[in-house]
């Protein structure tokens, strides 16, 4: 019971010890991608409620515009093409970080943030156009709900966008840690699971609603 | 990164494992998943606004094509894949993708039927009128 027993049992298993530190350390990087893998889980089960409320409310248009009078499918392409490339390019500055490869890293996470910007002005332009026409988000429960679900994405990627720019200089200023590198895993986690909810984005939203 | 020698662990999400000491190796998986997403993305557009085939099999094959995609950006870029490291991780996918289902399809059902069983609105109107 006394601490002097503690004491003397942990010395007695000096060697255990630091072997079972280096385990934790090894597994830290499984536990925080598992935390955050459930992260974006959940994530995406809230842009579901959203896609579920767009999907019963797309045809409350109001005697407003449809999206097949408002949607500009060359824009969406575009928009698509950014968001896809950024992804990859993400997956090449997580990987110039696993190999501690400064040009590889500074480089790829330019040009990922360039195309997440290039991604935001185009839907903001979109948006700033619905508005001046007329279709804000108070003009029908249709645009009400698109503009909450296709916001959602828009604000999920200008908060990428900051965290990018804080991992780049988190990079820059501590180096490859392995904690700088953990933080970095979740951030290129998070931008690719925001590609896969724009692929549902442009496939129910823009496709859908101009096809119909 | 000692974790290579052991036969059976978890793995992060997201973790490439590394093939070799050049990053060269790791940039294939992200290449073949490039160009599956931009095939999948370009039938999409395609078929979105094509007359060829039959207007109703539309919105389905363009929710299977993004079923595909999605399954396409998990596997080559989050890199969650039916390994045996992977399972914990293909498990809260599982779960996850089981509460989107019903969510949205539990919506949809739902709506519908009320939609049903409502009189429309212009007979609403009218009777208030």
């Given at each position: 019971?006394?601490?002097?027993?503690?004491?003397?049992?942990?010395?007695?298993?000096?060697?255990?010890?630091?072997?079972h530190?280096?385990?934790?350390?090894?597994?830290?990087?499984?536990?925080?991608?598992?935390?955050?893998?459930?992260?974006?889980?959940?994530d995406?089960?809230?842009?579901?409620?959203?896609?579920?409320?767009?999907?019963?409310?797309?045809?409350?248009?109001?005697?407003?515009?449809?999206?097949?009078?408002?949607?500009?499918?060359?824009?969406?392409?575009l928009?698509?093409?950014?968001?896809?490339?950024?992804?990859?390019?993400?997956?090449?500055a997580?990987?110039?970080?696993?190999?501690h490869?400064?040009?590889?890293?500074?480089?790829?996470?330019?040009v990922?943030?360039?195309?997440?910007?290039?991604?935001?002005?185009?839907?903001?332009?979109e948006?700033a156009?619905?508005?001046a026409?007329?279709?804000?988000?108070?003009?029908?429960?249709?645009?009400?709900?698109?503009?909450?679900l296709?916001?959602?994405?828009?604000?999920?990627?200008?908060?990428?966008?900051?965290?990018?720019l804080?991992m780049?200089?988190?990079?820059?200023?501590?180096?490859?840690?392995?904690?700088?590198?953990?933080?970095?895993?979740?951030?290129s986690?998070?931008?690719?699971?925001?590609d896969?909810?724009?692929?549902g984005?442009?496939?129910?939203?823009?496709l859908?609603g101009?096809?119909? | 990164?000692?974790d290579?020698h052991?036969?059976?662990?978890?793995t992060?999400?997201g973790?490439?494992?590394?093939?070799?000491?050049?990053p060269?190796?790791?940039?294939?998986?992200?290449?073949?998943?490039?160009?599956?997403?931009?095939?999948?993305?370009?039938?999409?557009?395609?078929?979105?606004?094509?007359?060829?085939?039959?207007?109703?099999s539309?919105?389905?094959a363009?929710?299977?094509?993004?079923?595909?995609?999605?399954?396409?950006?998990?596997v080559?870029?989050?890199?969650?894949?039916t390994?045996?490291?992977n399972?914990?991780?293909?498990?809260?996918?599982?779960?996850?993708?089981?509460?989107v289902?019903?969510?949205?399809?539990?919506?949809?059902?739902?709506?519908?039927?009320?939609?049903?069983?409502?009189?429309?609105?212009?007979?609403?109107?009218?009777?208030?009128?």
């Amino acid at each position: 019971m006394s601490g002097a027993g503690a004491t003397a049992g942990g010395l007695h298993a000096a060697q255990p010890a630091t072997e079972h530190v280096r385990d934790a350390l090894v597994s830290k990087r499984i536990v925080v991608g598992y935390g955050f893998w459930i992260f974006l889980l959940s994530d995406i089960v809230m842009f579901s409620a959203f896609f579920a409320a767009y999907q019963v409310l797309v045809n409350a248009t109001a005697g407003g515009p449809s999206g097949r009078d408002l949607f500009d499918i060359s824009n969406t392409a575009l928009e698509t093409a950014c968001l896809l490339l950024s992804s990859f390019t993400c997956g090449i500055a997580s990987i110039g970080a696993q190999a501690h490869r400064g040009s590889w890293f500074y480089g790829a996470m330019t040009v990922t943030f360039l195309l997440g910007l290039a991604f935001l002005g185009l839907e903001a332009h979109e948006f700033a156009g619905f508005v001046a026409q007329g279709a804000g988000p108070t003009r029908s429960a249709f645009l009400s709900a698109f503009f909450t679900l296709v916001g959602c994405h828009g604000i999920h990627v200008t908060g990428g966008l900051l965290w990018l720019l804080t991992m780049m200089a988190q990079v820059f200023a501590k180096g490859y840690r392995p904690d700088i590198l953990r933080r970095m895993l979740c951030f290129s986690l998070f931008w690719h699971a925001l590609d896969i909810i724009w692929v549902g984005l442009f496939s129910i939203v823009y496709l859908m609603g101009v096809a119909s | 990164m000692s974790d290579v020698h052991a036969g059976r662990e978890d793995t992060a999400p997201g973790y490439e494992r590394p093939v070799g000491e050049e990053p060269e190796a790791a940039l294939s998986t992200y290449l073949i998943g490039l160009g599956l997403a931009v095939l999948l993305t370009v039938v999409s557009f395609f078929i979105a606004r094509t007359t060829l085939v039959w207007q109703p099999s539309i919105p389905v094959a363009l929710a299977v094509l993004a079923v595909a995609q999605m399954g396409v950006h998990l596997v080559f870029f989050l890199h969650i894949t039916t390994g045996p490291d992977n399972e914990n991780n293909v498990l809260a996918l599982a779960f996850g993708v089981l509460i989107v289902l019903l969510v949205i399809i539990g919506s949809m059902w739902i709506i519908a039927h009320l939609n049903h069983n409502m009189m429309p609105m212009d007979q609403v109107m009218r009777m208030q009128g």
